[in-house]
C-alpha cells in the first residue's frame, strides 16, 4: 500500500490502519450527517435548497488526505461534505442549515453558503462554477504571498461547460497558479446526463486546449483519490501548475431534497450502492486485511452517529439569530 | 419505543401533501434507504425513504390520503427487539389525528387547498370569451404552446426545459408536442444560449430563453443588454432582435442571498428592453403571449410563489395583454398603491383589511415596467391625492424611486403627502426564517404605509 508507506516516510507517526481507519470515520461522518440533515429537511426544520453529498464522500475525503493545513478549499452549493473534511464543527455546520445564530454564517447563509477561515473553507457557492474563478484566485494568491498553499477547486460535470472555467484555466495555466480543479463527475447536472450536455464527455482532458494535464480517477476509491491528489498536490506545489482530476463519482439522493430524479433508474442507483459504495469498499478492504473488525467498525459508526445527533440537537437549540442581524455584515466599517 | 414516520417536507414551499401510496405493508422489515412510500408534493410525486432500520409496525394514514399536513405521525416502526405490544404504548396527540385519516381526506379534499387571499381580477373589457381556471404555471404553459402553433419560428430553450419537464414545471408538455428541435435542453451555460438565443434572433428567429431563474441571467446580463437591447439603435434601426427571456424572479423562500433577488429595477434601467412582470393568470398568459409578438426584446419577470396559484384565465388564442398598460385591480379614492407581480396580491389583501378602516385604496397591477404605464399612475394620484409604492426588490434606485419622480413630476400639486415607499429591505437576503420574513414586505407593513400617508394613526 503505497499511499500508507508515504505517509509514514512523511514522518507521520500514525500506523497505516490508523490512516485508513480515518479515512472510514471521515467518509462515515459525512453519511450520516448528510442522512441527518435529509431527515431534518423532512421535519421542515431546514428550508430552501440542501443538495446532499452522499456517494461522493470518497472525493473530499481522499483528497483533504492528501492536502497539507494552508491548502484552501472551495466548491458549489454541494458543500456539507467539504466543509466537514477541512474539519469545520459539525455542530456549526447544521445549525446553518437550520438558520440559526450558532451556524457558521449566524444564519444568514444556509445550506450554500458557509465559509471558515480558520479550515480554509471559502464557501459554499450558489452560482452554477463561480466558484472557479475564485479559486483560480485563491491559488494567485498562494503563489503572490509565496506560502506553499495550493487551492483545491471543485466543481461539477454541468459546470465544466460554463464559460468562466475556461477562462480561468487559460489564466491558470498562463501563470502556473497552484490550483487542483476538481471536477467531481456524478453522472448529472440536476436531471442533464453528461452525455446530453457535453460534446466531450472526457471531461478530464478540458483542458487540454491550454497544456493543463488531466486525470480520470476512480473517485468511489478514497486510496486511489489519495494518491493522485498527493501527486498531484506535489505537482502544483512545485510551481508546475494547475491539473484537472476527473472524479468518477456518483450522486445517489436527487439534485437537491425535491427532485423526483425521473432521469435515472433506480436499477442505476442501486446497482452503484450495491457495487461500489465508497464506504463500504473501505469496510471490506478493512476487514478482509485485519484491519478492523466488525466491532471496531460498529464502534467508529456510533462515534459519528453521536456527533450527529449532537449537531442535531444543537441546530435545534441555537436560537433564531437576532433580528437586527438583518442589517449586520453589508459592509465592513471602515 | 416505536419510532415514528413523520409526513416528510419534500420541497421549500410543502405543506402538506398526498400520501399516494405505501410500498411497505405492516409487518414487513425495512432497511434504512428503503423506500416506504410514495408523497405527491405540489411539484412531484417523490419517493419516501426509511431513515431506521427495523419492522413497519403500523400504518397510521392509509395511501390516498391527501392532505397530509407535514410533520404528521403516518406509521410506526418497531425496532429491533420490539413487538407489537409497543405499539399501543404510542400516544401522542398528533397521533390521535393521524389515526383517523379515512374519513379525513374527503373532507380536505373539498376545502380548496390554502392559498393567499385574492381578489378576482378584473378581465379587461375589451374581452368577454371563455375563460378557464388555471394555475399561472399553466397559462404561461399555454401561452407558448399557442405562440409555438402559431408560429414555426419561436421555439424553447433553457436548462431543464424539456426532458425534466422544466425546473419547475413550467413547460410541462412542450417537449412531447413540439419535439426536441423547438423545445431545446441547453447545457449550464447561460451566457453562451442566452447569446445565441440573441444571434438566433438577429437571424430572423423567434427565441424565448428561459432561465431556471431570474439569478442565473447575471451571467448573461452582457449579452441582454449589450447585444439584445442595444443592437437596433447601434444598426441605425436595421437590425431587430425579437426575443423573450423568462424565468421566475425575486424571493422564492429560504433559498438565501444569491438565490432570491428582484431584477425588475436592473433591466427597467435599459433603454431597448420591454420589461413586463405578471402577478395573475390572466397577466401571465397575456403578457407573454404578447412578448413573444413583440419586435422587440422582451423580459418577463414571473415569480414561483405565484406559479401554483389558480385564477381565472382568457381562454382564446387571440387574447394578449398589451405591453405598456398597468391595470386597476381594485378602485378606491382614498389612496393609490403601485404593485407588480406577487406583491399584487399583498397590496388587494391589504386594501380589504383597510377598508375596514375606512381607507379605499385603489391598487394598481401595473404589469409593464418598461414601457411604464405613468398615465395611469398619475390619473390615479389625481384622484387619491396618495401614493404607496410597492416592491419587493432593494429600495435603492428601484421602481419605486422611479415612480416617485414620474408623480413628481406630473402631479405635484396634486399631493397631499410625501409619497411612500415600501420595499424589500437593503440588504442581501438572509436564510433564517426570522430574518427572511423581516426582510420582505408584508401587509402590516403596507397598511402602516398606506395610514402614514393618509396620516391615520395605528389601529
Ligand atoms: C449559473 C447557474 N445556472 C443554473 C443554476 C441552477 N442549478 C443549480 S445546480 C445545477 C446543476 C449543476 O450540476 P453539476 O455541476 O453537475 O453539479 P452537481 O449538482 O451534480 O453537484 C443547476 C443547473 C445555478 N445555480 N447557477
Ligand atoms: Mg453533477
Known sequence: MAIAKKQVAKAAPKAPADNLLKLYRDMLLIRRFEEKAGQLYGMGLIGGFCHLYIGQEAVIVGLMAAARPGDSVITSYRDHGHMLATGMDAKGVMAEL??????????????????????????????????????TGLAFGHKYREDQGVCLCFLGD???????????FNMAALWKLPVIYVVENNKYGMGTSVERASASTELHRRGDAYGIPGVAVDGMDVLEVEKVGRKWLAHAREGKGPVVLEMKTYRYRGHSMSDPAKYRTKEEVSKVRAEHDPIDTLAKKLLDGKLATEDSLKEIDREVKDICTQAA????SSPEPDLAELYTDILVEA | MPIQILMPALSPTMTEGKLSRWLKAEGDAIKSGDVLAEIETDKATMEMEAADDGILGRILVPGGAEGVKVNTPIGLILTEGEDKSALDKVTSPSQA????????????????APQAPVAQPILQKSYNGPTKRQTVREALRDAMAEEMRNDPNVFLMGEEVGQYQGAYKVSQGLLDEFGPKRVIDTPITEMGFAGLGVGAAFGGLKPIVEFMTFNFSMQAIDQIVNSAAKTLYMSGGQQRCSIVFRGPNGAASRVAAQHSQCYASWYAHCPGLKVVAPWSGEDAKGLLKAAIRDPNPVIVLENEMLYGQSFEVPDDPDFTVPIGLAKIERAGASVTITAFSRMVGMALETAELLAKEGIEAEVINLRSLRPLDTATIVESVKKTNRLVTLEEGWPYAGIGAEISAVVMDQAFDWLDAPVMRVTGEDV??????????????DVAKIAAAVRAVCYRGQK
Open chain 2, 97 to 112: 389525528q393521524a389515526q383517523t385519516p379515512a374519513a379525513a381526506p374527503a373532507a380536505s379534499v373539498a376545502a380548496p
Open chain 2, 428 to 441: 442581501p437576503m438572509p436564510y433564517a426564517a426570522n430574518l427572511e420574513k423581516l426582510a420582505l414586505p
Open chain 1, 158 to 168: 454541468g459546470a465544466v461547460n460554463q464559460g468562466q472555467v475556461y477562462e480561468s
Open chain 1, 313 to 316: 440537537d444543537f441546530s435545534q
Open chain 1, 98 to 135: 437550520t438558520g440559526r445564530s450558532g451556524g457558521y454564517s449566524k444564519g444568514k447563509g444556509g445550506s450554500m453558503h458557509m465559509f471558515s477561515r480558520e479550515t480554509g473553507f471559502f464557501g459554499g457557492h450558489g452560482i452554477v462554477a463561480a466558484q472557479v474563478p475564485l479559486g
